[in-house]
């Protein structure tokens, strides 16, 4: 690591939860705060704008967009950074969604502050930082995911995308609504056609209603 500060942007929905945070990494000279933001949105925005920084301590459950869908949508457009996962939550399925997101590290905000900045500096440098129980919470998510997977073995995003493609949406905006390339949605479909055994996305939309799955 360089001499240099490391830039943080705080996201979180909770006012206080940035101050205190905030607060505490201003007193430490290798770090430096540079913007806050409140929903995964802002996060983008602010991104936009400009003066970017080096990591992104990223609330997951934020209004608007969550952290992991910011965590996607921001590494779709800036595939360097890094972000960190700073929750309460350590519910399985979100634990896998971040990880998949790209972020590099996934702290619980019961940690103490030296673990904070020891998951910071980590992702400052690329290396993850994992706490035991969230490494136990990942593994268990993927098991589910596996359990969960549809007769026709299509993942859930599969799914995600095939339902989409039955509601009429387009691969942009297919890609919009699940903050992922088109290339990635190109190739979801590809795997639905095959794994459904079918021709083109007319069939897949007629398979989605057959089976149940649209409202």
Request: proline fraction near 2%.
């Amino acid at each position: 690591m360089n001499s240099e500060t490391i830039k943080v942007l705080i996201a979180d929905d909770h006012d206080m939860v940035r101050m205190g945070l905030k607060t505490y990494l201003m007193l430490d000279s290798r770090f430096e705060v540079i913007a806050e933001a409140h929903n995964g949105r802002h996060v983008l925005e602010l991104l936009d704008q400009g003066d970017r920084p080096d990591i992104i301590l990223m609330d997951l459950m934020m209004p608007i967009m969550n952290g992991a869908e910011a965590s996607e949508a921001v590494l779709l457009k800036y595939p360097q950074m890094k972000i960190v996962i700073l929750t309460s939550f350590l519910e399985d399925d979100l634990v896998v969604r971040a990880i998949e997101a790209g972020a590099v590290s996934y702290v619980l905000k019961t940690v103490s502050a030296e673990e904070l900045i020891y998951a910071l500096q980590g992702a400052y440098r690329g290396m993850p930082v994992m706490t035991a129980d969230v490494s136990q919470a990942l593994t268990r998510g993927l098991r589910q995911r596996t359990l969960q997977q549809d007769h026709s073995g299509l993942t859930e995003r599969e799914r995600e995308v095939l339902l989409l493609i039955a509601e009429g949406k387009s691969n942009k905006d297919i890609g919009e609504e699940l903050h992922i390339s088109i290339k990635t949605v190109k190739t979801h479909v590809s795997n639905l056609l095959m794994k459904c055994e079918l021709e083109d996305r007319t069939q897949l939309a007629i398979f989605a209603h057959r089976q149940g799955w649209m409202s």
